[in-house]
């Protein structure tokens, strides 16, 4: 619902900055991203997933489209799986415009 994924989304940002303000990136090979009203309770073994080519989902929380729950990646993909907010939050104008051409 908006009302729990919309501080989840700003907390992505921050997580975001910080992780390049402070170089942690260079310092982990993965990343785990996992919202903070989600527990994942499953065994999660990542040692074996190739995060070099992929970003993994578990079953069933992909929804065909961008999952905000759970998130395994590499570095090379860790900015772009924080970034999905980063459109509106960062450039509201253009999706008040958008918001307001689409009801007229």
Do not use: W
Not at 4 to 32: C, D, G, M, S
Not at 44 to 64: C, I
């Amino acid at each position: 619902s908006p009302s729990t994924a919309a501080p989840n989304l700003v907390y992505r940002h921050l997580l975001k900055r910080y992780l390049v303000q402070h170089r942690l990136i260079e310092q982990y090979t993965r990343f785990i991203i996992t919202r903070a009203d989600h527990v994942y309770g499953c065994h999660h073994d990542v040692s074996r997933f190739d995060l070099h080519h992929h970003v993994y989902v578990p079953t069933g929380e992909d929804y065909g489209g961008v999952c905000d729950r759970h998130i395994v990646c590499g570095q090379a993909d860790v900015l772009a799986c924080l970034s999905i907010i980063d459109g509106p939050l960062l450039h509201p104008e253009r999706y008040v415009k958008q918001a307001d051409s689409m009801a007229t």
